[in-house]
Nanobody, 121 residues
Framework: QVQLVESGGGLTQAGGSLRLSCAAS????????MRWYRQAPGKQRELVAA???????NYADSVKGRFTISRDNAKNTLYLQMNSLKPEDTAVYYC???????????????WGQGTQVTVSS
């Protein structure tokens, strides 16, 4: 079964740090761009950070300088290091990946199940 599984969420105080992981498993031929999204209660899902297969990155303005996205292609794993956390970072965080499962087939777009991040003031 092809899937993305997130881990590393939890509860921390403002100013704290958390590191999220997202592991891809199953029969995947190639993984291209990977992203972290988040969704706070009552709000739309928003893009937090993205990274290409060549490790070029971009970030939402709200997290620049505080969050770092990275990937380990050998382990098919995506990371999000979150520092200087604020209460407004509280949300469910989802990973997303563009993958090719078999040769000469269209890309598939995978989503993880989400992991809760709660930052108290």
């Amino acid at each position: 079964q092809v899937q993305l599984v997130e881990s590393g969420g939890g509860l921390t105080q403002a100013g704290g740090s958390l590191r999220l992981s997202c592991a891809a498993s199953g029969s995947i031929m190639n993984i291209y761009a990977m992203r972290w999204y988040r969704q706070a209660p009552g709000k739309q899902r928003e893009l937090v950070a993205a990274i290409t297969s060549g490790s070029s990155t971009n970030y939402a303005d709200s997290v620049k300088g505080r969050f770092t996205i990275s990937r380990d292609n050998a382990k098919n794993t995506l990371y999000l290091q979150m520092n200087s956390l604020k209460p407004e970072d509280t949300a469910v965080y989802y990973c997303n990946a563009d993958v090719r499962l078999r040769p000469l087939t269209p890309l598939s777009y995978l989503w993880g199940q989400g992991t809760q991040v709660t930052v108290s003031s």
